[in-house]
């Protein structure tokens, strides 16, 4: 996979827009957006590609595209709503 491309993975999977992406590296949208069409980074920007990537690879796995890990999202909802998630969770056994 070419670097653009994983570049392009991470910005879907993080749920960034173009716009966002691009400003990551300092360009504007366009400049991104032409990267993309040619599937090709410009050299100068591939120290920062690869600390993106090597980031991402760090993150932990149990967060969803929000940020948020599982164990927050579960203690951030009341007792009644956790108590019917568990009753429909086991219903579908």
Known sequence: MSLIKEIEALRLKRGLTKTA???EFGVIYQNYNNWIARASLPKEHYEKAYKML?????EPQSKNQSGI???ELWE???PEERAEFLRDLASKR
């Open 76 to 78: 951030s909802t009341s």
């Open 21 to 23: 992406m691009a400003s």
């Open 54 to 58: 090597q980031s991402a690879a760090a």
């Open 69 to 71: 890990t599982l164990k």
